[in-house]
DNA sequence: AGCACGCCGACT
DNA sequence: GTCGGCGTGCTC
């Protein structure tokens, strides 16, 4: 095109300082190969870079301009598209275009450069028993080191090796090793023509098994993988071996996917008949998909009204216009279901993307993903960031979920990640949900986005009845028990029919903890200021803190006032369990918790055993409230509603609701007739009344009002920011010399709070003191820029003062 | 981020 | 007098 032009390169440093373009000259070789995208290897100070071209130009305003040292792959891992989002993403979140470029990108595929060094001319002249000595020595002992190996064995020898660089004594030469490695397997092919074939068969007169495995390759033409070679016709390697040798056969490295999932389904599953619902939402979402402008749905459809089936339906319709699709699930290990229906439903035509993966297997999939062999990807949040080339639709299927947002930096939300591809693309957006958060309810309310109701469940099942339980009455009335008499009655009730069970506790941190009756000590973190929960393995009680992990036994007297009245309070998924035990002692429990399911594959096995009714009860935390769906269970008991009422947390309402609304769906999807028993201390309140009666719309209302009072989301948008400091003063100083200038910034602003630093409601995680510092606004385009220079200046500070400051901008909830 | 340059205290 | 502490400043 022109003819110069200079490269303007991202590096992969994370620091504000660097935060910014580099010129790099592009040699001529390589003027074809580089593009925007590309990623690259490139000399910065002493050291060299990983780094991204993230656009061209034709001057540079700088004296110095390097030339680029290395291409490192043969397609740019980033498409424009995807460079252009990076750039947004810096921007919205506030983080560093290194982050966001990063958070794109599978995490295997980091680069990692090192530098060879090898001896030239004359050995240095060096004084015995010197430094100098010691490094020449390792050179000749180990002269396959790197050079940043031996400055990280001993750094006294890093001027040593940069003078005998200068001087010529070493030369350098770098290598770089890729992240993730494309997977390769040996194969075996014979490449003879027919008379070379005669010839050698003559010669291997006698050798039976080399002229079977020779003859197999001759016929087959094409390479056939070495292990396969092998296995079919029970050769080994050394009957391969002289085959080699002689020239008769050639290996060859072929590059294969890891494939997680195993092979697709032969058989397709066909599409479902849709009801007349289901017909009128696939109907808008395929025209909207058509028009090919961008548009936002809120497919709000209770549980079991079908939603999946329109996914589907409008994804095959995506796909045949040519168009690619991203489906996302809040956590992909937990919906395994999903994931087979699409592989049904579409084949080899789908990819995978979630943290469950090693990083060999999604550097495959997104390989695959960026290769165009597929059009559909199926995943957890970062799926959002697949490289297609041109979006047809994109569908966030809970997306109420708090696993859409992003716990580190950058902090983003799948969702405004979507609908900002979505303009980029002309693709169309899908919101699903049967309790929609909060803010998107709203936007449909105000118009911006289209609301699709789905009020209906298909093959017309009826909703679950709800029994709220008041367990003050149960205590007033003696029973001290954990299940109340409601819910122990039902249970018996499906035992003896031999239907099943799911019982579900809130949050396990916040279950067990230790309480002295008599003086009112709780057991805490040492580091965490958390209390401690109670867990019993083989017969061993003990305390554990689920924030760092610290653990210590179980006290036998009270450490404050040494009386013997310690009692773990409250019930873990662990105490229910026993007491189940005690209680029933006939049925089968299987419990999902954290500490069950860690193993690889752990909680596909525990749910494959529930459907396989080896037990009657399954008892778990919320990560089994999600898209379970169990033809035999009839009866799902929450044993406390509480504890997630009362988290300081101004969602707490929303996440009940949304919660217990959930649960109850999990009844009765199928024949059977569900029933739903919630237990709580505070049945009056109105997250459970609404949950009771599945009244989202009613629900919606009330919190809306709440919401507006108090001038949270949906009216103003959060970003918090957290001091975090080893030292408790440090930390409190930098968060409120941000707090001052945040107030300086936004003096006169009435349409701007902000909630001055207080302890985090973490207040103290893993022996660090956290602080924050809270803004709420109305246009983050209002406040962002202002925002940046303040936080940045404080970051600063924090880093000097040995801490750092983080920054979640449209903050989702405050810890 | 890292690495180098540069300016002040305890040692041969 | 030097070695080395880690405080600023730069990296195309």
């Known amino acids: 095109m022109s003819s110069k032009r200079f490269a303007e390169v991202i590096v992969e440093l994370r620091s504000a300082q660097v935060d910014r373009p580099f010129h790099y000259e592009v040699p001529e070789h390589w003027q074809e190969q580089v593009q925007i995208g590309t990623r690259v290897l490139v000399p910065f100070g002493p050291r060299r870079l990983e780094g991204y071209i993230v656009g061209f130009s034709l001057a540079a305003d700088v004296s110095k301009i390097k030339p680029i040292l290395e291409v490192l792959d043969d397609e740019p891992p980033l498409?424009?598209?995807?460079?252009?989002?990076?750039?947004?993403?810096?921007?919205?979140?506030?983080?560093?275009?290194?982050?966001?470029?990063?958070?794109?990108?599978?995490?295997?595929?980091?680069?990692?450069?090192?530098?060879?060094?090898?001896?030239?001319?004359?050995?240095?002249?060096?004084?015995?028993?010197?430094?100098?000595?010691?490094?020449?020595?390792?050179?000749?002992?180990?002269?396959?080191?790197?050079?940043?190996?031996?400055?990280?064995?001993?750094?006294?020898?890093?001027p040593i090796l940069r003078a005998w660089v200068a001087e010529g004594i070493l030369e350098e030469s770098y290598r770089v090793k890729q992240g993730a490695q494309v997977k390769t397997i040996t194969a075996l092919q014979c490449s003879l023509d027919s008379a070379a074939f005669q010839a050698a068969l003559e010669e291997l007169s006698r050798a039976k098994k080399q002229k079977e495995v020779l003859?197999?390759?001759?016929?087959?033409?094409?390479?056939?993988?070495?292990?396969?070679?092998?296995?079919?016709?029970?050769?080994?390697?050394?009957?391969?071996?002289?085959?080699?040798?002689?020239?008769?056969?050639?290996?060859?490295e072929q590059e294969v996917l890891r494939d997680?999932?195993?092979?697709?389904?032969e058989q397709p599953e066909q599409p479902l008949p849709l009801t007349e619902l289901q017909r009128s939402a696939y109907d808008q979402i395929a025209a909207a998909v058509d028009t090919q402008k961008p548009e936002t749905f809120l497919l709000q459809g209770v549980t079991g009204?079908?939603?999946?089936?329109?996914?589907?339906?409008?994804?095959?319709?995506?796909?045949?216009?040519?168009?690619?699709?991203?489906?996302?699930?809040?956590?992909?290990?937990?919906?395994?279901?999903?994931?087979?229906?699409?592989?049904?439903?579409f084949?080899?035509?789908?990819a995978v993307m979630h943290s469950r993966l090693s990083a060999g297997e999604k550097f495959d999939e997104w390989r695959r993903i960026r290769q165009g062999d597929v059009t559909i990807v199926v995943?957890?949040?970062?799926?959002?960031?697949?490289?297609?080339?041109?979006?047809?639709?994109?569908?966030?299927?809970?997306?109420?979920?708090?696993?859409?947002?992003?716990?580190?930096?950058?902090?983003?939300?799948?969702?405004?990640?979507?609908?900002?591809?979505?303009?980029?693309?002309?693709?169309?957006?899908?919101?699903?949900?049967?309790?929609?958060?909060l803010e998107t309810r709203w936007w449909a309310h105000q118009g911006q986005i289209r609301r699709i109701e789905m009020g209906e469940r298909v093959m017309g099942q009826r909703l679950p009845k709800v029994k709220v339980i008041d367990m003050r009455n149960e205590l007033h009335e003696g029973n001290r028990s954990m299940f109340s008499k409601a819910l122990k009655k039902g249970i018996e009730e499906r035992l003896e029919k031999g239907e099943q069970i799911i019982l579900f506790l809130n949050r396990r941190g916040f279950a067990t903890f230790v309480l002295c009756r008599s003086c009112g000590y709780v057991a805490r973190c040492r580091e965490c200021e958390i209390p401690l929960t109670f867990h019993k393995a083989r017969g061993l009680e003990q305390l554990r803190c689920h924030y760092c992990g610290y653990a210590e036994r179980m006290p036998e007297t009270c450490p404050d006032c040494k009386g013997d009245h310690v009692r773990h309070f409250g019930t873990g998924t662990q105490r229910v369990e026993e007491e189940l035990h005690r209680v029933f002692p006939q049925a089968g429990v299987i419990r999902m918790d954290v500490d069950t399911t860690s193993g690889k594959g752990s909680h596909a096995e525990l749910l494959q055993r529930f459907r396989n009714q080896e037990a009657q009860i399954l008892l778990g935390t919320q990560m089994i409230a999600k898209g379970l769906d169990f033809p035999n269970v009839t009866l799902v008991g929450v044993i406390s509603a509480d504890t997630s009422l009362f988290v300081p947390d101004f969602r707490a309402a929303e996440r009940t609701f949304q919660l217990l609304t959930q649960v109850a769906g999990r009844a009765g999807r199928h024949l059977l007739p569900g029933e739903v028993v919630v237990q709580s201390y505070n049945p009056q309140h109105y997250a459970v009344q609404f949950a009771k009666k599945q009244e989202y719309e009613n629900f919606f209302q009330h919190e809306i009002r709440v919401r507006y009072g108090v001038h949270n989301p949906p009216f103003r948008e959060l970003t918090a920011f957290t001091s975090v400091n080893t030292d408790e003063d440090a930390a409190l100083r930098i968060a409120r010399t941000l707090e001052d200038r945040l107030r300086t910034l936004f003096q006169g602003r009435d349409d701007i709070i902000i909630l001055g630093t207080s302890p985090a409601p973490l207040s103290r995680l893993q022996g660090k003191y956290r602080f924050n510092v809270v803004l709420k606004y109305i246009r983050f385009k209002q406040v962002g820029d202002p925002i940046r220079t303040v936080y940045l200046e404080a970051a600063h500070e924090a880093q000097k003062a040995g801490g750092y400051l983080s920054i979640d901008v449209n903050a989702q909830m405050i810890l």
């Not at 992909?332 to 592989?343: C, D, G, H, N, W």
């Open 260 to 265: 997680p999932y195993g092979i697709a389904h």
């Open 79 to 158: 498409t424009p598209d995807l460079v252009d989002l990076a750039g947004w993403l810096s921007e919205r979140y506030l983080c560093t275009k290194a982050a966001a470029v990063q958070a794109l990108l599978p995490s295997g595929m980091r680069a990692k450069a090192s530098t060879k060094l090898r001896l030239a001319g004359d050995p240095p002249f060096v004084l015995p028993a010197s430094l100098e000595a010691d490094l020449l020595q390792s050179l000749y002992q180990s002269p396959n080191k790197t050079k940043e190996q031996l400055i990280a064995e001993r750094p006294e020898w890093r």
């Open 347 to 350: 084949g080899d035509d789908v």
């Open 305 to 345: 009204s079908g939603k999946t089936e329109v996914y589907l339906q409008a994804i095959a319709s995506c796909v045949e216009q040519g168009r690619q699709a991203i489906m996302l699930v809040p956590e992909i290990a937990l919906t395994p279901q999903m994931v087979e229906r699409f592989k049904k439903r």
């Open 215 to 252: 003859a197999y390759l001759f016929d087959q033409g094409v390479a056939v993988p070495m292990k396969d070679v092998l296995s079919e016709l029970g050769a080994s390697s050394s009957t391969v071996k002289p085959l080699l040798e002689k020239g008769y056969l050639q290996k060859v």
């Open 379 to 437: 995943g957890a949040r970062s799926a959002i960031f697949a490289p297609f080339r041109s979006i047809g639709l994109m569908i966030i299927d809970e997306e109420h979920e708090v696993s859409y947002k992003q716990d580190d930096h950058p902090k983003y939300l799948a969702r405004e990640v979507a609908m900002y591809r979505a303009r980029q693309h002309g693709a169309t957006v899908v919101l699903g949900s049967a309790t929609p958060a």
